[in-house]
């Protein structure tokens, strides 16, 4: 499951491992950053608290009159502010007052935020600040008896939500262990869009730089996907040779320039095989025919025969070289065919020469084919068969998107660690078939070589088992095009 999820190509692999790295450091930068908002929110906290505490231990202590006096001055200002615009409250923002008790505020049971305490014992550490105990905790403003009274005594804030806003309770113990202070701060909300903003910040930078390292990389792996295709063209057809665009960085085209080079090379070699091929041929023929017709005046006709027998040997054997040399050099085209017209064919042809050789009812099966060297390729396995067998039976199948041309004999079968060995050219069968002679050796190799040139496969197996083979089946597998 795993390896289908992993990309096959060298851009996709490269790709989803530059896309992966990015999005984990992408992951991180925005936890970081959100990290850095939220240390950023709770040193801002801290220092209101400590702000408000510093100046309190600065002032001197307003006796209660003093303290109902400037309250009364507050709600007048309160009453005379103007009423609020769509709901929202209009003046300067309210500030919680500072409450003195005898006893800590804070309750056993609630939360305290030990983190914060630290940090405000500091920062009055650094102040000057004597202090004995802190708390300090969090609550819904709803549920904080100071803040409930200081709604009831103004009614303006009824009309905003205070109820659910968060409110930092921070109680402080006099040097003097006379009692406790407690400074209340309104949490400040987090922006609404906060966090979807920082989502969307990353999602921006990883989808700008994913797309510029697609770009970059394409760039690097189109030649070599051009270069890759190229060379798979090359093997088939040897004799075609296109030079490639060089493109792509400096090492690219280094490659791409190297690959036309040797491309050249192979096809000009290739030329000057066929030449060479062709030359010996035509020099070996002409001796022939001439010796071929010079025994003619041999008087024994046992011996006339015999020396037309080896020159007959003589002129297949060369044709089967030249014609293991030019496989894939054809400029023949492939044309649609009826695989099994072409095999009722091959069988026709030796059972005219008397030779036992049987095929039932072939199905019709059209493929795109090569029709001279398929022949070729479907005489040679019939001939072998009918040379190391009693006789051959020719059939025809489809399996999936393959059409099998398969030979069957009744012969003695090729040993097992053979099989391999008998596919290359100049392997004779004699040892393991037992004939006297195997010919040249060159009747299943030309046949593997037609096979490979349409794609497809030559596959020789033994009928019997591997102690005692009994018959060799021979099948030439083409892809249907």
């Known amino acids: 499951?795993?390896?289908?999820?992993?990309?096959?190509?060298?851009?996709?692999?490269?790709?989803?491992?530059?896309?992966?790295?990015?999005?984990?450091?992408?992951?991180?930068?925005?936890?970081?950053?959100?990290?850095?908002?939220?240390?950023?929110?709770?040193?801002?906290?801290?220092?209101?608290?400590a702000f408000r505490v510093v100046g309190e231990a600065s002032r001197p202590v307003v006796n209660e009159e003093r303290r109902q006096m400037r309250e009364a001055r507050r709600l007048r200002r309160e009453a005379n502010r103007?009423?609020?615009?769509?709901?929202?409250?209009?003046?300067?923002?309210?500030?919680?007052?500072?409450?003195?008790?005898?006893?800590?505020?804070?309750?056993?049971?609630?939360a305290r935020i030990a983190n914060y305490e630290s940090a405000l014992r500091e920062i009055l550490e650094r102040q000057d600040v004597e202090v004995g105990q802190i708390a300090i905790t969090r609550r819904i403003a709803a549920n904080d008896p100071y803040v409930a009274q200081v709604v009831k005594k103004r009614p303006r804030l009824l009309q905003s939500d205070w109820e659910g806003r968060q409110v930092l309770v921070a109680a402080i113990e006099r040097a003097d262990q006379s009692g406790w202070t407690t400074i209340r701060v309104v949490e400040p909300r987090r922006p609404a869009l906060g966090p979807a903003m920082i989502l969307l910040q990353t999602l921006v930078i990883f989808a700008v730089l994913v797309q510029l390292l697609y770009l970059v990389l394409r760039r690097i792996t189109r030649p070599l996907?051009?270069?890759?295709?190229?060379?798979?063209?090359?093997?088939?057809?040897?004799?075609?040779v296109v030079e490639l665009e060089e493109s792509g960085p400096s090492d690219t085209r280094r490659l791409i320039a190297a690959h036309n080079t040797m491309e050249a090379r192979i096809a000009a070699l290739l030329d000057e095989k066929d030449v060479m091929l062709g030359a010996i041929g035509h020099d070996l023929k002409t001796p022939l025919?001439?010796?071929?017709?010079?025994?003619?005046?041999?008087?024994?006709?046992?011996?006339?025969?015999r020396m037309a027998e080896s020159i007959e040997d003589i002129t297949a054997t060369l044709d089967d070289i030249l014609s293991l040399a030019r496989v894939g050099r054809s400029g023949a085209a492939p044309e649609a065919a009826d695989i099994g017209a072409l095999a009722m064919s091959v069988?026709?042809?030796?059972?005219?020469?008397?030779?036992?050789?049987?095929?039932?009812?072939?199905?019709?099966?059209?493929?795109?084919?090569?029709?001279?060297?398929?022949?070729?390729?479907?005489?040679?396995?019939?001939?072998?068969a009918v040379r190391y067998g009693n006789s051959a039976e020719i059939s025809v199948h489809k399996v999936n998107d393959e059409v099998i041309l398969r030979v069957d004999d009744d012969g003695p079968g090729i040993e097992p660690d053979r099989i391999a060995e008998?596919?290359?050219?100049?392997?004779?069968?004699?040892?393991?078939?037992?004939?006297?002679?195997?010919?040249?050796?060159?009747?299943?190799?030309?046949?593997?070589?037609?096979?490979?040139?349409?794609?497809?496969?030559?596959?020789?197996?033994?009928?019997?088992?591997?102690?005692?083979?009994?018959?060799?089946?021979?099948?030439?597998?083409?892809?249907?095009?």
Not at 361 to 384: E, G, M, Q, Y
Not at 426 to 435: D, L, P, V, Y
Not at 450 to 469: Q, R, V
């Open 1 to 49: 499951m795993l390896k289908r999820l992993i990309p096959s190509s060298l851009l996709g692999q490269v790709m989803a491992v530059l896309a992966l790295g990015l999005l984990i450091a992408q992951v991180i930068s925005a936890t970081l950053l959100y990290q850095a908002s939220e240390q950023r929110r709770d040193a801002s906290l801290v220092n209101s608290l």
């Open 82 to 110: 103007p009423p609020p615009i769509d709901g929202k409250q209009i003046g300067p923002r309210v500030r919680l007052g500072i409450e003195r008790t005898n006893a800590s505020p804070v309750k056993a049971g609630e």
């Open 225 to 240: 996907a051009q270069l890759t295709n190229r060379v798979t063209d090359f093997a088939k057809a040897p004799g075609k």
């Open 289 to 305: 025919a001439a010796l071929r017709v010079r025994i003619e005046s041999v008087s024994d006709e046992t011996q006339r025969l």
């Open 347 to 384: 069988a026709e042809e030796f059972e005219d020469l008397g030779q036992a050789v049987s095929i039932t009812d072939p199905p019709r099966i059209v493929a795109s084919i090569k029709v001279t060297w398929v022949k070729r390729a479907l005489r040679n396995l019939t001939a072998n």
């Open 422 to 481: 008998m596919l290359e050219p100049f392997a004779r069968g004699e040892g393991s078939r037992n004939r006297a002679t195997g010919g040249a050796g060159l009747g299943l190799a030309l046949a593997r070589a037609i096979a490979e040139e349409h794609g497809g496969t030559l596959i020789l197996t033994n009928l019997g088992d591997k102690s005692n083979p009994s018959g060799l089946r021979a099948e030439i597998r083409l892809p249907m095009q």
